[in-house]
């Protein structure tokens, strides 16, 4: 079974949402016969790349709220945040332009490091002092944490054509999913959880999702006897 996850590295609820998503599914009795597929979404994609500003400011300006209801919001967060163990800075954090992470989100997943990548992302703008924005070689630092090659990921940074269209794609699909907002889950192209639910929810989206897969059906045979291999050994022909 596929779970595709469409998230923003600016999406604290993103963060919050993978945590309780990885509680569900750590319990889950087929979790080795699920695979997560993290996709691209952006909040702020007309931001330009150098257009960095503190976290407190771009939600006043765009929610229309105080600074001191901002505030209250972040010191929220942590609270949630805290509650899945996961460090949250609630003061001092920045907020920029996510398209080249999602950029090396693609190669990363190419190179089998996609889930190792976004974690290391989450933690970086989340918990951690250093800006995740602005700086081509932070992120390097990053990919180079999560097993990927500094010189190959330092090249993808520096081409803005890399992974482009993967980005564009997964974006447009996430329209073509009714998806305005993130964390969006989608399991097996057939249920959708939208936003950072409890782990419970998860939990019953899952086992949802797994027991109602269809049947594999068999196309009729039309050799019995065709040569096949099993438990105890394959057919040899016999001369």
């Not at 503190?54 to 209250?72: C, F, H, N, R």
């Not at 944490?145 to 482009?164: H, I, M, S, W």
Request: glycine residues 8%; charged residues 30%.
């Amino acid at each position: 079974m596929r779970v595709e996850i469409w998230s923003d590295i600016a999406c604290p609820w993103c963060y919050v949402g993978k945590a309780r998503f990885e509680k569900a599914l750590d319990a889950f009795p087929h979790r080795d016969e699920v695979e997560v597929v993290h996709r691209s979404f952006e909040l702020d994609p007309n931001r330009a790349k150098g257009d960095i500003q503190p976290v407190l400011k771009m939600l006043t300006k765009k929610y229309g709220m105080s600074e001191a209801q901002a505030q209250a919001g972040e010191e929220n967060l942590g609270t949630q945040a805290a509650a899945e163990g996961l460090e949250y800075r609630t003061r001092d954090r920045d907020h920029g332009n996510t398209f080249d992470m999602h950029r090396l989100l693609h190669f990363a997943k190419a190179q089998g490091r996609q889930d190792e990548l976004i974690g290391a992302l989450y933690r970086a703008n989340f918990a951690e002092e250093r800006s995740v924005f602005g700086d081509d070689e932070r992120l390097v630092e990053l990919a180079v944490t999560a097993g990927l090659d500094k010189d190959a990921a330092r090249e993808v940074l520096t081409d803005p054509a890399a992974y482009a269209d993967d980005v564009r794609a997964d974006e447009r699909e996430a329209a073509e999913l009714g998806a305005n907002g993130v964390p969006f889950f989608v399991l097996d192209r057939k249920y959708g959880v939208s936003g950072a639910q409890p782990a419970e929810v998860f939990a019953q989206a899952l086992t949802q999702a797994w027991g109602e897969r269809p049947p594999l059906k068999l196309i009729q045979q039309t050799d019995a006897d065709a040569e096949a291999c099993g438990p105890d050994g394959c057919a040899v022909p016999q001369g």
